[in-house]
């Protein structure tokens, strides 16, 4: 049978500068947020601390020294046939406090070397410019983005690395996950609105006025950059980025439909709204007002916004959640949200549930609602994997859960929606953003490294990277022989 995906159908993998880089102070690297965060695990929440302390694990300081070898993993993706690898760009390495005078070369010599090294493997890079962290400093002074000044100083960033990289970098991604901003947690990781989130099991408040100026604020930085790409840079494609949380009604009650219509309008298009589309949506003003939410709007904000609408969308895709209004409707966890269970569905061991067709159906309201091309730019399943006495992986789970979700959007392709790419989230086991686990393995390939700190950063392919390769060399035709 032939392949139901187009030809020209990027294949890849994604993670985030925080996540895998380490070096975490080398060659003029600032502390990014990321870097305060200490080890956590499922139901135990990550720590915050303001000082660095010496006897503490901060298991993002190192990663999996991404930073050092880097060569040996893009040749490994290049073995599975990717030709397209999502990552991020650490903001601190480029200005270690934020808004220095001048840029540290040493950081963007870097990513030069990674691009060139993706480049002679025929990888395209798709940057995402903000992947939950920012320079602590900017913390420290402005309490992340519930400052309007991050803006200028966001855009500054973004010119000079765009300027830096421009004959490197076609595909570009604004905010990660964007959406959940509208949530305690997302306070944390996407707006790094942290001050005062210090100490074990701190209870700050953050408010839905902060969450929402917050956002408002990474709208207009979004749309200045997206503007200022489609003016000086005309091969750039840029693009969104939205943690999608499929919802479904509990029962059929309309209460629990009308719930879910709510939660579909909050978690999910609220933000793309704004960034496909150039405004905010119809429904937005009623629910500031019932949230007590008024926005501080400036001139030029809704122009900057209306300007940077994106070219494509992208979102991450992990598990669906259920919305229900009656009293025994149980919640499960995800890492930045909680949504219902779902009795017809399994879980991962972190309470991830697995829903394949649950893409698809995303993919469709996503299309239909946009019609612009789209890209699942993290997929994947955290899981304990076991390495065999001859070094060998076997995590058929994995290779289930990709499979099934490659079957779904090829299905959703067929359906029409324009799809464009695919990247895994985690082709090589990362730091956990959720719980800061290493043991919580998303990779293809294993890397020799535990939650004490131990290991010795060994690389090791499992049996889904034959999996993968496979699918990538037919063009998931493979799956249907
Ligand atoms: C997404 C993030 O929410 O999920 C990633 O963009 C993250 O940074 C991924 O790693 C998986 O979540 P976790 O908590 O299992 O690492």
């Known amino acids: 049978m032939d392949s139901m995906f187009p030809e020209g159908f990027m294949w890849g993998g994604a993670v985030a500068a925080n996540q895998c880089e380490g070096a975490w102070d080398v060659d003029g690297r600032g502390p990014s947020v990321d870097d305060h965060f200490t080890g956590g695990g499922y139901g135990k929440a990550r720590e915050i601390t303001v000082d660095i302390k010496p006897d503490v694990l901060y298991p993002n300081h190192d990663g999996i020294d991404f930073y050092h070898r880097y060569e040996e993993d893009i040749a490994l993706f290049a073995e599975m046939g990717f030709n397209l690898f999502r990552m991020s760009i650490a903001w601190s390495r480029i200005f270690p406090n934020g808004d220095d005078a001048e840029p540290n070369e040493m950081g963007l010599s870097f990513y030069d070397r990674v691009f060139d090294c993706c480049r002679a493997h025929g990888i395209e890079p798709l940057v995402t410019l903000s992947h939950y962290e920012m320079p602590y400093s900017l913390v420290e002074r402005y309490n992340g ?59 700050v408040v953050v408010t839905p006025q902060q969450c929402y100026q917050a956002l408002h604020h990474q709208f207009v930085a979004s749309g200045r950059v997206v503007r200022l790409a489609h003016e000086r840079y005309p091969q750039f494609k840029m693009g969104n980025m939205d943690c999608f949380i499929l919802s479904y009604p509990a029962t059929c009650d309309p209460a629990d439909v009308f719930a879910t219509q709510q939660e579909m309008n909050r978690m999910n298009w609220y933000c793309s709204d704004v960034q496909v589309r150039g405004a905010y949506p119809y429904y937005a003003k009623r629910y500031w007002a019932e949230h007590d939410v008024e926005l501080d709007i400036r001139d030029g904000d809704m122009r900057d916004i209306a300007d940077g609408k994106v070219d494509f969308y992208t979102f991450s895709y992990y598990m669906s959640a259920t919305v229900g209004t009656h009293e ?69 789970y994995r290779v289930a859960y990709l499979e099934s979700h490659v079957k779904a959007m090829a299905e959703a392709v067929t359906d029409g929606v324009d799809l464009i790419g ?39 392919r499992k049996d889904s990277f034959f999996a993968y390769k496979k699918i990538i060399e037919t063009n998931g035709a493979c799956l249907y022989r």
Request: hydrophobic share 35%; glycine share 12%; net charge negative.
């Open 422 to 460: 695919y990247t895994w989230w985690g082709p090589i086991d990362i730091v956990s953003a959720g719980t800061g686990e290493m043991r919580k393995r998303y990779g293809f390939i294993h890397v020799d490294k535990y939650d004490d700190g131990t290991g010795t950063y060994e690389r090791r």
């Open 328 to 396: 025994d409707h149980k919640l499960t966890q995800g890492n930045m949200s909680f949504g219902g269970k779902n009795p017809y569905l399994e879980a991962t061991d972190w309470g991830w549930q697995i829903d394949p067709l649950g893409l698809r159906i995303a993919l469709n309201e996503i299309y239909a609602r946009y019609e612009i091309p789209l890209m699942v730019v993290e997929n994947g399943m955290g899981a304990f994997d076991e390495v065999e006495e001859d070094g060998s992986i076997h995590d058929p």
């Open 145 to 203: 983005w519930e400052s309007r000044e991050l803006i200028d100083i966001f855009e500054r960033y973004c010119a000079t690395v765009f300027e830096r990289y421009q004959d490197k970098v076609r595909y570009w991604l604004t905010f990660n996950e964007i959406n959940c901003g509208t949530s305690r947690m997302g306070a944390l990781f996407e707006t790094s609105m942290i001050r005062g989130f210090e100490g074990p099991g701190s209870k």
